[in-house]
Structures are given as C-alpha cells and as structure tokens.
C-alpha cells in the first residue's frame, strides 16, 4: 500500500479483495467478520409482510444515525409494502426507487465502501438475493452549535464562527458568497481518519496554477490521521522550517469569505473549526477583520499601531541591551543615571536579565493559556507579584527590565497571529548583546532578507515582486486601508480578474 | 570536502562578523563611574584634574544618587584621568559629561593644550559646555557638590547652559564650538565665566560674563551687562529684554521684552577706513512699568523709543570699542563678516588679517518696535 503514493489509500481497501455473495445471511457474516469485537455496529433484520423473499438485514452504528428517520422511512415502508410484482428481477431497483424515503441513496457492491459508508454513519440495506446493498444516508450527530470564536474577537462584525463539522461551515461560507463560481471540492485525507477535505475558491477570480498546486500538494499527503487542519498546513507549506506562517488560518466565516474574494483558496477540514486560507502574505498577520468593518480611517490607525507594536514586541529589549551595553551615550543622562540607580546590586549582567524576564513571560503566557479558567488569576497572582515586584525589591532583576518586558509583551498581543515573534525577539537580544546596535541593525537585516526570500504557493511573502512599481495602487490594503470607494482591484499578484468594482464616484 | 570547505568558508564570514566590526565591547552600565563635571587646574607643570562622579546608592525601596569628587594630577589630563580609578575603583566614564571647567590660570597660559585630549579620545563628548572659573581653582567649584549630597554640579551647569537663551548674561559655547574659534582666523573664542559667590550664607554657583580669547589665551572679561549687547552682535539672539530706566515725569523704570532682533551687518571699505555697519531691529512689548507714568501714550512712547535706541546703540558700540582698545581679539566674528563680503580684501590681508579688527569703525543703527503692552494697557493706578 504504501507505494501507491499519489493516491488516498484508506485502510478499508484491503477488504476489496472479498466480494458479496447473494445470500443475506453469507454477507452478514462476512459483514460480522470484519467488525468482530465492534459491538456498537447493529445488525437489524426483517422482513416485508406480503412477500417472503424480501429478507433485509440494515447494518448501522447505534450513535451516529437519525433513528427515527431509519425506522419511518426505510424499516417501515419495507415492512409494510405490497410487492405485487413476484417475478421481478431486481428487487433492490425497485426498493430504491419506489420504497424508501431517503434523499440520498447509494448503490454498491464493494465492499470497502460498505464499510465506510457504515463507519461514517450512514444504514447500509442488505438484500437477499442480491451481491449489492443500499447505502443510506441517514446521518446524525451532535455538534457544537454555531459560537462567537474565542479566539477572534471583533467589536463590530459577525459574530458566527465555524464549528467541527465541515457541511456546517461549508453552509456557513456558501451563505456569504451566493455564486456559482464559488466551487467546493471534495477530498479524503488519512488512511485511518478519512477525514473529509474540502477546497474552496472562486472560480474566475483565483489563480488555477494556485488552485492545482493546493490541490497537488494536498494529494500527495499520505498520512494515516488528519485531526486538525494544522496537520495539513505543516504538510503543504512553504518554508517548513522557518516559525513564520505561511498559510493563513481563521476560525471566521466573513474571513474566509473576504480571502476568497481576494483570489486566496480556501482548505476546510472536517472536525476543526480554522480553515486555512492560502497564499498568506506578512501583510495578513497586520489586517484584522474589523479594519474592514469601522472607519477607514480608525482602521489605519489600528493597523499603524499593529506595526509599531510589532518593532516594539520584536526590538525594545535588543535596543535596551544595546543601549545599556554599548552605546550609553546615546540615552538622555537623567535617564543613564535611573537606569544606573536601578541596576546597582543587580547580580545579573543586563542580557542575562532581559533573556530571563522575556522567557519567564513566555512561560508565564503559556500557564496563561493551559490553565483551567477556575484556577487562572492563580498565574497573574504569581507572574505580577512574586516575578514582577519581589524580584525587583529583592534586586534580582532591575526594575527597567521589567517595564521593557512588560512592554514587549503586551505589543505582542497586537498581532496575535505572529507567534513567531517571541523567536525573532531572542535572536535580536542575542545579537545586540554581542554587537550592540551594528549587531541589531545586522539581526534586522538579516530577517528582512528572510522575508523577503520566502514564498507562499509562488507569492511573494512580502509582495516584493511581481506587483510591479510601488504605487498608490498597491498600498491601498497595505500600508493603510483605504475607503472602500477607493479600492476597486484586488491584489495584484494572487488574484486575476482585477476589477472589484465599478467606480462612479 | 567541498561541504566541508563551504561550511569553514561561512565559519570565517561569520567569525568576520565579530573581527571586523569597529569598536564592541560589552559594558555594564553599573561597572563605570558616569562623569558629570570635570575641572583643570594647573599645579606647578602638572595637571589637576578634579572629577564629579555619580555614585548611585541603592536603598531598601528607594535608591538615591550621591556625587563623588576625586582629584588626581598627571602630566597629561589623560594621564590624571587614569590615575583617578586609584581612589574611584571605577573607570570615569565620560559621555554624558556636562561640564568642562578650566582654571583661569591655564586659560591665561593657553587653554589649547589642555583642550587636545578632550577632542582627541573616542569617549569624550564634543557637545560638553566649556567654562572658565573666574577666580581661584576651577576645582573649588567641583567641590560644592560636596557641601550637599544631593547637588549635582554638572547638572546645574548644564541647566544654566540651555536656558542661556533666555538670560542671555553669558554666552553659550560647547567643546567643538569653542575649540573651531581658537583655531579660527576669522572670529576669536570666547567662553562664560563661572564663580563662586557666597550670600545670605550660602554659595551659589554663577555663571556669568564673558571670557574673551585672543588665540587660545584668555586676554579679558566682559561683565554680565556687556554681555548681551556682544551676543546681539555676534549670535541670532531672539529673546530677552532691555530695561528703560528713568522714563518720564516720575522716573519709571520699564522692561522691554524682546521677541525678535532682526540684524544685519554690513562691511564696507573706503581707502584705510573699514567701516562695519549694523543694522539692528528689535520688536519689543512693554511687559513691566516699574512707577506710574503712561509710557503706552503715544507722545512718552515715541520718547521711550527714541531714549531706547539711542541708549543700545551706545551700548553695542561701546562693547565694541572696548573690544577693540583693550583686548584686540575679534569675538565678534567681524573677520568673517570681511571674508564673506569683500574676500579679495580679506585675502590679500593674508597674515596680517589679525590687525584689520582695531582698525573697524563699528556704527550701530537700532530700530525698536513695541507691538504690544501684555496684558494691561494702563499702569497700576493707585488710589488716593
């Protein structure tokens, strides 16, 4: 099996070799055989009251099924039909046709579909006298209901977020975007899960060379669970060993919406609530979905404090080490002096100190996050009082220390989706505190030459080409978010069929 | 091997990294002591160097600075500057110095040697204010920030400096500047005088009058009255004030508050006369009558103008003329006024361009405008 590579290869298949007989009970033993020791598979026979050659056997798993709907339209009408026609051939066309009442039925003889199609919740009909069966959708199971997503939080915009079911939050998407370019295809991922992957894109306004290559790299995954959509992004990205994302991810209905208008596909997958978006360009990692929301012009004042959060999150304490370290004489002196007041009896040098503060706040962060919610002020009690304040009084660390991590930290909330920010944080402290400001300038240098290196699905990272001159044009969405009425193209290089809107103003 | 090769190739570009980078050395800002005033002195062929240092003291919940002084001598300031770690156990560290103070002594000797090592090291700022003590040891000055703890010299120093402008008793020169006007052909140096002055029982430290250089040696003084009119000439004054005395009937006294001085000087030459003419025009208001006359009538205003500007031109000609017979050093720049104007003059004076300055007939021309009377338009009338 695992030369087949270009192709899904579920763990069913090798049943294909033993094929259906067209006696009832020789098939439901067969059936048996495979699921010995699955007790929650329920085998249901019966019989139609006018004619005795209609044996049935319904094979389904107790949970997963709408039992009522089983019983009223496909037990029932059985039981009871009047088959008048005794002599005719195939019976199961018949019972398909003009017995159950089902949306969607299913005809098949092989046997791994038969197990799949029990396995994911459908009835599957024996018959005698026939090697085929009935597959029967009669799916039901709870999901959770449609919430706000913790994770995303908006002040003014939809409040719906996806859920684990895939048809929900296909539904959820399909009712943002009513066209029929709006193409949605389906895919199986993992030998043993067989979750259900969808792709999702506009088509005619989506790139096909990106919609292929999604599509390439999605076939090409084999492996045997897919549980979350996080295990696809880490095995179609760019750059996997770089920590900067080059998928986007987003547990929103409208942001999946707005990517898809903006050319980008879209991979949902079954039992998670974040669809992926690709490409992902850094700029994303700076737009909220709220700038689109609220006035353009409090959007771009957002998104500028985004960015100057994110110098701030990624340099303050690399300027810090390398002022205090190197170049003294550029701080104002009544500020050397409370700096120097603050360091004395300080044991640590001032990089050993910066290096322990930011990684007590990561760690403090991470508790953060763990923790069950009851006992979750325990973490601020610890991190604020006994980290902040008594190892300042006790001159553990000094007290500049402690506001540049506390600065640090809480710019680093500002763009909740780079959390490779704490990793570019460490390699600045580190160069600085060997170079100083050369060795910051040196580390900055080399992270804009990553960036600007990397690629997602071809598209340059930071759109650094392709989009041609640096216009107006190109910064609308960029560097500010321009009025609505302003902006009538999509992104240049992810999309085609530029034009977004006639203008007539 | 060719893996091999490429990673000792990327080894030795990164080792470059650290090799070729100029000046790094990691430093805890704690380990040196920070600088906050120096003085020079001179005893016998040898300097004194006399350093205010802060020493931070950590408290239980507050930390406080205290300064520290201590004194060592050397050959060279440098040399001094070393020895001092013998008694400060820390090495001086000279960036945020603000306040050089030299001895009267070596400014009248020449001040250029001593000025050398300051400009010359790396770590020595050019942006530090340059003193000159008007009597005795520049050190005694130093040493007032031993009467209270908590009195940081150089930080008084520094703040006298920036609100110069706005005194303007004194002028306002910094190493680099200073050091580019002794070495200039065109314009003499100049730096405040500092002292010591007890009153009321306690000392202040006073910044006030000019020193005046010819080369690099200290020639005279100009007090702290003369000052201003030498600044109007020399800087881009905008601010500060006259005060009127004796105007009117009753004899008030009436400060002008200057809000700009538009100024222009203008060189000519007829034959051997060199004759530099400065136009300058002051737009003043009335921002204190000091008695009970209505100076803000029209009549005892044009009367007050015309007192005024006959009282400045005066003022700015005489500091000139005492400038020229007693000192002979051209802290005016009137030397870069002739190299801009006429060149070829300036040029085919040559070496002898220092004896061009006596010669200037200087004629100031005032202009004052007062555009306002603050905030009340008649004195204070007093009720009988």
């Keep these: 099996m695992q030369d087949a590579k270009n192709t899904q290869v579920s763990d069913t298949d090798r049943y294909n070799n033993i094929k259906l007989s067209t006696n009832l009970e020789e098939n439901i033993t067969i059936l048996k055989q495979i699921f010995t020791s699955d007790e929650t598979i329920i085998f249901r026979k019966f019989e139609s009251m006018n004619n005795d050659r209609i044996k049935c056997c319904a094979i389904y798993i107790d949970a997963m099924i709408h039992k009522e709907l089983m019983e009223q339209h496909i037990i029932k009408p059985i039981i009871l039909s009047n088959f008048a026609e005794d002599n005719c051939k195939d019976i199961l066309k018949?019972?398909?046709?003009?017995?159950?009442?089902?949306?969607?039925?299913?005809?098949?003889?092989?046997?791994?579909?038969?197990?799949?199609?029990?396995?994911?919740?459908?009835?599957?009909?024996?018959?005698?006298?026939?090697?085929?069966?009935?597959?029967?959708?009669?799916?039901?199971?709870?999901?959770?209901?449609?919430?706000?997503p913790v994770s995303e939080n908006v002040v003014r915009g939809p409040r719906e977020g996806f859920n684990e079911s895939i048809d929900t939050n296909i539904s959820l998407i399909r009712r943002k975007i009513i066209s029929p370019d709006l193409k949605f295809v389906y895919k199986q991922i993992g030998t043993r899960t067989k979750t259900r992957v969808c792709i999702c894109y506009l088509e005619g306004v989506a790139l096909e060379p990106i919609i292929k290559e999604v599509m390439k790299r999605l076939d090409e995954i084999n492996i045997d669970g897919i549980l979350e959509s996080g295990y696809i992004e880490e095995l179609i990205r760019d750059e996997p060993l770089l920590p900067f994302k080059t998928i986007g991810s987003t547990e929103r209905p409208d942001v999946v919406a707005s990517k898809l208008l903006e050319g980008r596909v879209a991979v949902l997958c079954d039992g998670t609530p974040e669809a992926l978006t690709m490409p992902y360009i850094l700029m994303e990692a700076f737009q909220a979905n709220e700038d689109y929301y609220n006035n353009y012009i409090i959007a771009s004042v957002n998104r500028f404090f985004r960015y100057i959060a994110f110098i701030i999150t990624t340099s303050v304490p690399a300027l810090y080490v390398a002022l205090i370290n190197f170049n003294q004489e550029l701080i104002p002196t009544q500020l050397l002096i409370s700096i120097s007041i603050a360091r004395q009896g300080v044991p640590f040098p001032t990089v050993v100190e910066t290096l322990l503060m930011i990684i007590t706040f990561e760690i403090l962060r991470e508790a953060g996050t763990r923790i069950p919610k009851p006992i979750g002020s325990a973490v601020s009690i610890v991190g604020a009082l006994v980290l902040g304040d008594a190892a300042v009084n006790a001159r553990i660390i000094s007290a500049p220390v402690?506001?540049?991590?506390?600065?640090?930290?809480?710019?680093?909330?500002?763009?909740?989706?780079?959390?490779?920010?704490?990793?570019?944080?460490?390699?600045?402290?580190?160069?600085?505190?060997?170079?100083?400001?050369?060795?910051?300038?040196?580390?900055?240098?080399?992270?804009?030459?990553?960036?600007?290196?990397?690629?997602?699905?071809?598209?340059?990272?930071?759109?650094?080409?392709?989009?041609?001159?640096?216009?107006?044009?190109?910064?609308?969405?960029?560097?500010?978010?321009?009025?609505?009425?302003?902006?009538?193209?999509?992104?240049?290089?992810i999309a085609k069929n530029l034009k977004r809107q006639n203008n007539n103003r | 091997m060719k893996k091999f090769k490429k990673l000792i190739l990327y080894f030795l570009i990164f080792c470059s990294l650290f090799i070729n980078s100029g000046c790094w050395n990691y430093r805890e800002m704690e380990d040196s002591a920070i600088v906050t005033a120096a003085a020079i002195d001179k005893h016998k062929d040898k300097y004194v160097l006399t350093l205010e240092m802060l020493r931070p003291s950590p408290g239980f919940k507050e930390s406080q600075v205290e300064t520290v002084v201590f004194s060592d001598d050397g050959k060279t300031i440098f040399e001094a500057a070393r020895k001092i770690i013998r008694r400060a156990g820390r090495k001086p560290y000279w960036n945020h110095n603000m306040a050089i103070i030299f001895s009267k002594s070596i400014a009248q000797e020449g001040i250029a040697p001593a000025l050398d090592w300051f400009r010359r090291d790396s770590e020595t700022r050019s942006t530090v204010s340059v003193f000159i003590s008007k009597d005795g040891f520049a050190k005694d000055i130093i040493m007032q920030s031993l009467v209270t703890t908590r009195r940081i010299v150089g930080i008084e120093l520094n703040d006298t400096m920036k609100n110069q402008g706005i005194s303007l008793r004194y002028p306002r020169v910094d190493l680099r500047h200073f050091r580019s006007t002794i070495s200039s052909e065109n314009i003499s140096a100049t730096a405040p005088f500092v002292g010591l002055e007890v009153k009321h029982g306690k000392t202040d430290i006073l910044v006030s009058g000019t020193a005046v250089f010819k080369g690099d040696k200290l020639?005279?003084?100009?007090?702290?009255?003369?000052?201003?009119?030498?600044l109007i000439i020399e800087e881009k004054v905008k601010k500060g004030l006259i005060v009127a005395e004796n105007v009117g009937e009753q004899s008030s006294n009436v400060a002008l508050e200057i809000f700009n001085i538009k100024k222009q000087l203008n060189f000519s030459s007829d034959q051997d006369r060199y004759i530099i003419k400065?136009?300058?025009?002051?737009?003043?208001?009335?921002?204190?009558?000091?008695?009970?006359?209505?100076?803000?009538?029209?009549?005892?205003?044009?009367?007050?103008?015309?007192?005024?500007?006959?009282?400045?031109?005066?003022?700015?000609?005489?500091?000139?003329?005492?400038?020229?017979?007693?000192?002979?050093?051209?802290?005016?720049?009137?030397?870069?006024?002739?190299e801009m104007q006429n060149p070829k003059l300036w040029k085919s004076m040559g070496e002898n361009s220092d004896a061009i300055f006596d010669k200037?007939?200087?004629?100031?021309?005032?202009?004052?405008?007062?555009?306002?009377?603050?905030r009340q338009s008649k004195p204070i009338k007093v009720g009988k």
């Design chain 1, 402 to 493: 402690v506001i540049v991590t506390a600065l640090t930290g809480i710019s680093a909330f500002l763009n909740p989706k780079l959390l490779a920010v704490f990793i570019i944080r460490i390699i600045f402290v580190l160069f600085a505190s060997l170079l100083g400001l050369y060795g910051y300038m040196f580390s900055v240098i080399a992270l804009g030459l990553v960036f600007v290196d990397m690629r997602s699905f071809g598209i340059p990272y930071m759109l650094n080409i392709g989009i041609g001159p640096l216009t107006g044009e190109n910064l609308k969405d960029t560097a500010i978010r321009a009025p609505w009425w302003l902006m009538n193209t999509r992104p240049r290089i």
């Design chain 2, 219 to 230: 020639v005279g003084s100009l007090n702290d009255y003369e000052t201003f009119p030498y």
């Design chain 2, 360 to 374: 200037i007939n200087f004629q100031a021309e005032v202009k004052i405008h007062i555009k306002g009377s603050g």
């Design chain 1, 94 to 148: 018949v019972i398909e046709h003009k017995v159950i009442f089902s949306g969607e039925i299913k005809r098949t003889g092989i046997i791994s579909d038969i197990i799949d199609g029990i396995l994911y919740g459908n009835t599957v009909l024996l018959l005698n006298e026939s090697n085929e069966v009935l597959i029967i959708n009669t799916i039901e199971w709870k999901t959770r209901g449609i919430e706000e």
């Design chain 2, 278 to 338: 400065g136009y300058f025009n002051f737009t003043t208001a009335i921002d204190e009558i000091s008695g009970t006359d209505d100076v803000i009538d029209e009549k005892m205003r044009a009367a007050l103008i015309q007192k005024e500007e006959h009282e400045m031109k005066i003022r700015l000609e005489e500091v000139v003329k005492k400038v020229q017979t007693q000192y002979n050093a051209d802290i005016f720049g009137f030397g870069r006024i002739i």
